[in-house]
């Protein structure tokens, strides 16, 4: 599937399955390409250390999603 990555503003195949489950998942693999996706995957570990969040705590999980949101510039559903 060709996406318009909401991130880098280029057409580009979309990522090949959900990264996440549920709604934000598809949120993601519908407007999010590989390269940012991996970019977010790398920031995203320095972020989880930077703000000490655990990924097992839902709050944390929370904060975690939200600077995704950010990040990838995913449009509110
Ligand atoms: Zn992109």
């Known amino acids: ?3 318009v990555c909401s991130r880098c503003g280029m057409t580009k195949d ?3 399955a959900a990264p996440l489950p ?3 998942g598809a949120r993601v693999s519908h407007h999010v ?3 940012c996706w991996n970019e977010w995957m790398q920031t995203s570990i320095r ?3 930077h703000y ?3 990924p097992a705590v839902k709050e ?3 904060k975690i999603f939200e600077l ?3 990040f990838l510039k995913l449009p509110a559903e």
């Open 1 to 3: 599937m060709t996406i």
């Open 14 to 16: 979309g990522l090949e």
């Open 22 to 24: 549920g709604a934000l």
């Open 33 to 35: 390409c590989q390269e």
């Open 47 to 49: 972020t989880i250390n």
């Open 52 to 54: 000490g969040l655990q």
């Open 60 to 62: 944390h999980r929370e």
């Open 68 to 70: 995704m949101t950010e």
